[in-house]
């Protein structure tokens, strides 16, 4: 069993945080440490947070980058969860990520996908359809292996301490999903569960103008991370860390179910024969 960090950066947004730490006090595996970290907030997120049990990290300089690593940085858990502030995480979402990294020692990050809440229809379908498929689709391509969904992620501490000299601080319009994405080193284990689920609101994409904005500012870090490693080295430095991390996999005995979920031990092929001749429980 690992512990579970969960790190919520929050700007001005004390409402949608109170619905956050509600999900998360629903958990069916409660979190070992909530840490909310106030980006400068001029509202009272810093009560709400202290109200639900949640642990206050102040981080003044604005910027969701600054924010994460805050609250990265402060976290004492083996493996750190990663919402926003309106994200409403599934009540299962600490417990997967739990069993996730607890069955595989291989695996270094894990993001899910989320649904959207508010807003028109058009925008929430955008959201859902455009803006996370496209982004999930696209940036793999460019970055060689599954990119980070910010509003719903985890990744064990001990790789963000790896990689934590190297994440753009300073660049105001730097996506820390993204960037973390690009810096994790090419033999990483990074995997996409689709059972993994949170809510997020829509309210980024109610405009042209928000959506072009979140739009630039991800192919802005793209390109500040492809100048320091070109595409095609990057690309190809994955596909060799996929082939290392399959090999130490075999070596621990682990292999992927057919179904998405925690890595399972090898089975002598009579336990498995076993197993299949049993009646299914519809249930």
């Known amino acids: 069993m690992a512990t579970v960090s969960v790190v919520i950066p929050s700007l001005n947004d004390a409402e949608m945080l109170r619905h956050c730490l509600a999900?998360?006090?629903?958990?069916?595996?409660?979190?070992?440490?909530i840490i909310v970290v106030d980006n400068g907030s001029d509202d009272d997120t810093a009560?709400?947070?202290?109200?639900?049990g949640a642990r206050v990290v102040a981080e003044p300089v604005r910027g969701v980058l600054r924010a994460t690593a805050a609250g990265f940085d402060a976290a004492t858990g083996e493996v750190v969860?990663?919402?926003?502030?309106?994200?409403?995480?599934?009540?299962?979402?600490?417990?997967?990520?739990?069993?996730?990294?607890?069955?595989?020692?291989?695996?270094?990050?894990?993001?899910?996908?989320?649904?959207?809440?508010?807003?028109?229809?058009f925008w929430r379908f955008i959201g859902h359809h455009v803006y996370?498929?496209?982004y999930l689709f696209v940036f793999r391509a460019v970055i060689g292996h599954v990119p980070l969904f910010g509003s719903n992620f985890a990744m064990r501490r001990d790789a963000w301490v790896g990689i934590r000299s190297r994440v753009h601080l300073d660049d105001p319009h730097a996506h820390d999903d993204l960037d973390i994405s690009l810096v994790l080193p090419p033999d990483a284990g990074i995997e996409?569960?689709?059972?993994?689920h949170v809510q997020v609101s829509a309210r980024p994409f109610e405009s042209w103008a928000g959506f072009g904005r979140r739009a630039s500012w991800a192919f802005h870090i793209v390109g500040v991370n492809l100048r320091e490693v070109p595409w095609l080295?990057?690309?190809?430095?994955?596909?060799?860390?996929?082939?290392?991390r399959r090999r130490r996999q075999r070596e621990?005995?682990?292999?992927?179910?057919?179904?998405?979920?925690?890595?399972?031990?090898?089975?002598?092929?009579?336990?498995?024969?076993?197993e299949e001749t049993r009646p299914v429980n519809p249930a």
């Open 252 to 274: 621990l005995g682990l292999r992927h179910p057919h179904r998405p979920g925690p890595l399972r031990r090898r089975r002598a092929p009579q336990a498995v024969a076993d």
């Open 132 to 134: 996370l498929g496209g």
């Open 233 to 244: 080295r990057r690309v190809w430095r994955c596909a060799q860390g996929r082939r290392d």
């Open 192 to 196: 996409f569960d689709p059972r993994l």
């Open 23 to 33: 999900a998360l006090a629903a958990q069916t595996r409660a979190p070992d440490e």
């Open 47 to 52: 009560e709400v947070a202290r109200a639900a």
């Open 81 to 121: 969860g990663r919402l926003d502030a309106d994200s409403r995480p599934a009540q299962d979402w600490a417990a997967r990520i739990d069993r996730r990294f607890s069955a595989d020692p291989t695996l270094t990050a894990l993001t899910g996908t989320g649904t959207f809440y508010g807003g028109s229809r």
